[in-house]
């Protein structure tokens, strides 16, 4: 299935719907559920490392995150 993400906010909601998460199951990955709230309502944008952490734990490139 290919991604079909605008940008890292709509990435990062088509993650959390393929694998049925809210917006507290990224602590770990991203930081609390004010600041996944600010990157989904784009106020806020990932960092390197919260992307490569995400990467990691779904198994999916950092490509996703990026519109060419």
């Known amino acids: ?3 079909q993400a605008v940008d890292e ?3 990062l ?3 959390m719907e393929r694998n049925d998460l809210t917006q ?3 602590e770990k990955d991203i930081g609390k559920q004010p600041v ?3 990157i989904l309502n784009r106020k806020a944008s990932l960092s ?3 992307i490569g952490r995400i ?3 779904f198994n999916v ?3 996703i995150f990026y519109n060419d």
């Open 36 to 38: 996944v709230s600010k």
């Open 61 to 63: 490139s950092a490509d």
């Open 48 to 50: 390197s490392q919260q």
């Open 13 to 15: 909601q088509e993650l």
């Open 24 to 26: 507290g199951d990224f």
């Open 1 to 3: 299935y290919k991604f």
């Open 55 to 57: 990467c990691k734990r």
């Open 9 to 11: 906010a709509d990435a």
